[in-house]
Protein backbone atom coordinates (compact mmCIF):
# COMPACT_ATOMS: atom_id res chain seq x y z
CA UNK A 1 0.00 0.00 0.00
CA UNK A 2 1.30 3.74 -0.72
CA UNK A 3 2.53 5.13 2.44
CA UNK A 4 0.01 8.33 1.34
CA UNK A 5 -2.81 5.71 1.36
CA UNK A 6 -1.94 4.12 4.63
CA UNK A 7 -1.73 7.43 5.86
CA UNK A 8 -5.59 8.68 4.94
CA UNK A 9 -6.82 5.28 5.67
CA UNK A 10 -5.46 5.15 9.78
CA UNK A 11 -6.79 8.83 9.99
CA UNK A 12 -9.80 9.37 12.08
CA UNK A 13 -11.75 11.41 9.13
CA UNK A 14 -15.05 12.59 10.83
CA UNK A 15 -18.08 10.79 8.25
CA UNK A 16 -20.43 13.20 6.43
CA UNK A 17 -23.96 13.26 7.93
CA UNK A 18 -26.96 14.23 6.22
CA UNK A 19 -27.48 18.26 6.89
CA UNK A 20 -31.40 18.05 6.36
CA UNK A 21 -33.63 16.27 8.78
CA UNK A 22 -37.32 15.60 7.72
CA UNK A 23 -39.64 16.87 9.86
CA UNK A 24 -43.16 17.04 8.53
CA UNK A 25 -45.00 16.76 5.90
CA UNK A 26 -48.61 17.75 4.41
CA UNK A 27 -50.90 16.98 1.16
CA UNK A 28 -53.92 19.19 0.30
CA UNK A 29 -57.24 17.37 0.67
CA UNK A 30 -59.35 19.31 -2.26
CA UNK A 31 -61.27 21.10 0.50
CA UNK A 32 -59.28 23.54 1.98
CA UNK A 33 -56.82 26.10 0.91
CA UNK A 34 -54.57 25.82 4.17
CA UNK A 35 -51.68 23.68 4.82
CA UNK A 36 -50.10 24.29 8.70
CA UNK A 37 -47.10 23.43 10.16
CA UNK A 38 -47.28 23.58 13.32
CA UNK A 39 -44.80 22.74 16.47
CA UNK A 40 -41.59 23.45 14.63
CA UNK A 41 -38.74 22.41 16.84
CA UNK A 42 -35.91 24.90 17.81
CA UNK A 43 -33.34 22.49 16.94
CA UNK A 44 -32.17 23.53 13.74
CA UNK A 45 -30.52 26.28 12.34
CA UNK A 46 -32.53 26.71 9.11
CA UNK A 47 -35.69 25.64 7.54
CA UNK A 48 -36.71 24.60 4.04
CA UNK A 49 -40.16 23.63 2.48
CA UNK A 50 -40.51 21.61 -0.79
CA UNK A 51 -43.73 21.53 -2.32
CA UNK A 52 -45.24 20.69 -5.38
CA UNK A 53 -49.11 22.10 -5.79
CA UNK A 54 -52.06 22.41 -7.84
CA UNK A 55 -55.41 25.07 -6.75
CA UNK A 56 -58.78 23.47 -7.47
CA UNK A 57 -59.42 26.44 -9.52
CA UNK A 58 -58.17 29.54 -11.02
CA UNK A 59 -56.07 31.30 -7.96
CA UNK A 60 -52.65 30.24 -7.45
CA UNK A 61 -51.37 32.40 -4.98
CA UNK A 62 -49.81 31.20 -1.79
CA UNK A 63 -49.65 33.33 1.23
CA UNK A 64 -47.20 32.65 3.85
CA UNK A 65 -47.31 33.50 7.43
CA UNK A 66 -45.64 32.74 10.70
CA UNK A 67 -47.05 31.47 13.94
CA UNK A 68 -50.59 32.76 13.20
CA UNK A 69 -49.26 36.43 12.69
CA UNK A 70 -52.19 38.32 10.50
CA UNK A 71 -50.73 41.71 11.11
CA UNK A 72 -48.79 43.65 8.82
CA UNK A 73 -45.53 42.54 9.59
CA UNK A 74 -44.16 41.68 6.31
CA UNK A 75 -42.32 42.66 3.42
CA UNK A 76 -41.41 41.22 0.22
CA UNK A 77 -40.40 41.34 -3.38
CA UNK A 78 -39.55 39.56 -6.45
CA UNK A 79 -38.31 39.52 -9.88
CA UNK A 80 -39.45 36.80 -12.37
CA UNK A 81 -39.25 36.11 -16.07
CA UNK A 82 -41.55 33.84 -18.42
CA UNK A 83 -38.80 34.19 -21.07
CA UNK A 84 -40.21 36.58 -22.84
CA UNK A 85 -40.28 39.67 -20.63
CA UNK A 86 -39.04 39.83 -17.03
CA UNK A 87 -40.83 42.37 -14.46
CA UNK A 88 -40.47 43.14 -10.53
CA UNK A 89 -42.10 44.44 -7.43
CA UNK A 90 -42.09 44.92 -3.83
CA UNK A 91 -44.49 45.23 -0.86
CA UNK A 92 -44.07 46.51 2.62
CA UNK A 93 -46.62 46.41 5.52
CA UNK A 94 -48.02 43.14 4.50
CA UNK A 95 -50.07 41.12 6.25
CA UNK A 96 -48.78 38.08 4.60
CA UNK A 97 -45.80 36.97 2.40
CA UNK A 98 -47.24 36.15 -1.06
CA UNK A 99 -44.22 34.45 -2.59
CA UNK A 100 -44.71 31.01 -3.59
CA UNK A 101 -47.59 29.63 -6.27
CA UNK A 102 -49.89 26.62 -7.29
CA UNK A 103 -51.23 25.89 -10.86
CA UNK A 104 -54.57 26.04 -12.05
CA UNK A 105 -55.99 22.26 -11.79
CA UNK A 106 -58.81 23.87 -14.00
CA UNK A 107 -57.05 24.80 -17.20
CA UNK A 108 -53.67 23.03 -16.61
CA UNK A 109 -53.83 19.37 -17.05
CA UNK A 110 -50.67 17.61 -15.04
CA UNK A 111 -49.14 21.41 -14.36
CA UNK A 112 -48.05 22.02 -11.11
CA UNK A 113 -45.92 24.93 -9.80
CA UNK A 114 -43.05 24.10 -8.11
CA UNK A 115 -41.78 25.81 -4.56
CA UNK A 116 -38.52 25.39 -2.20
CA UNK A 117 -38.49 28.27 0.14
CA UNK A 118 -35.85 28.44 2.66
CA UNK A 119 -36.91 29.95 5.96
CA UNK A 120 -33.08 31.52 7.46
CA UNK A 121 -32.26 31.58 11.30
CA UNK A 122 -36.34 30.53 12.13
CA UNK A 123 -35.26 30.08 16.16
CA UNK A 124 -32.70 32.99 16.36
CA UNK A 125 -34.96 35.69 18.86
CA UNK A 126 -31.98 38.48 18.00
CA UNK A 127 -33.18 38.97 14.76
CA UNK A 128 -35.90 39.03 11.73
CA UNK A 129 -36.79 36.35 9.97
CA UNK A 130 -36.10 36.15 6.03
CA UNK A 131 -37.06 34.10 3.87
CA UNK A 132 -35.71 32.92 0.15
CA UNK A 133 -37.79 31.78 -2.77
CA UNK A 134 -37.73 29.46 -5.71
CA UNK A 135 -40.58 28.80 -7.38
CA UNK A 136 -41.59 28.20 -11.00
CA UNK A 137 -44.28 26.62 -13.77
CA UNK A 138 -44.43 25.34 -16.30
CA UNK A 139 -47.85 25.10 -18.66
CA UNK A 140 -47.45 22.12 -20.51
CA UNK A 141 -44.57 23.64 -22.84
CA UNK A 142 -47.24 26.40 -23.43
CA UNK A 143 -45.72 28.87 -21.58
CA UNK A 144 -44.72 29.42 -17.99
CA UNK A 145 -42.12 31.26 -16.02
CA UNK A 146 -39.00 31.29 -12.75
CA UNK A 147 -38.86 33.63 -10.26
CA UNK A 148 -37.23 34.40 -7.40
CA UNK A 149 -38.74 36.26 -3.84
CA UNK A 150 -37.50 36.99 -0.50
CA UNK A 151 -39.10 38.09 2.18
CA UNK A 152 -39.64 39.11 5.70
CA UNK A 153 -41.27 38.76 9.21
CA UNK A 154 -40.73 41.58 11.30
CA UNK A 155 -40.74 39.64 14.23
CA UNK A 156 -37.91 38.54 16.63
CA UNK A 157 -39.59 35.74 17.73
CA UNK A 158 -38.86 32.15 17.00
CA UNK A 159 -41.03 30.49 14.01
CA UNK A 160 -42.83 27.68 16.03
CA UNK A 161 -45.85 27.20 13.00
CA UNK A 162 -45.95 28.38 9.07
CA UNK A 163 -49.17 28.46 7.14
CA UNK A 164 -49.29 27.80 3.63
CA UNK A 165 -52.79 29.54 2.14
CA UNK A 166 -53.59 28.81 -1.11
CA UNK A 167 -56.09 31.76 -3.16
CA UNK A 168 -58.51 28.58 -3.33
CA UNK A 169 -58.24 25.07 -2.42
CA UNK A 170 -55.07 23.18 -2.92
CA UNK A 171 -55.78 19.76 -4.77
CA UNK A 172 -54.93 16.08 -3.38
CA UNK A 173 -51.84 16.32 -5.21
CA UNK A 174 -50.59 19.45 -3.57
CA UNK A 175 -47.05 18.04 -1.68
CA UNK A 176 -45.62 20.22 1.04
CA UNK A 177 -42.73 18.81 3.01
CA UNK A 178 -40.93 20.89 6.07
CA UNK A 179 -36.64 20.14 6.64
CA UNK A 180 -34.77 21.33 9.04
CA UNK A 181 -31.17 22.25 8.31
CA UNK A 182 -28.03 21.46 11.06
CA UNK A 183 -25.76 23.51 11.73
CA UNK A 184 -22.39 24.06 11.13
Request: a neutral charge; charged letters at 5%.
Amino acid sequence: MSPILGIIASSNFQSVTNSYASIATANGTGSSAVITFSSIPATYTHLQIRGIGRSTSTGTTISIRANGDTASNYAFHYIYGDGATAAAAGFATQTSMQIAYTTSSSSLADSYGVNVIDILDYANTNKYKTLRVLTGIDVNGSGGYVQLSSGLWQSSSAITSITLTNSTNYTTATQFALYGIKGA
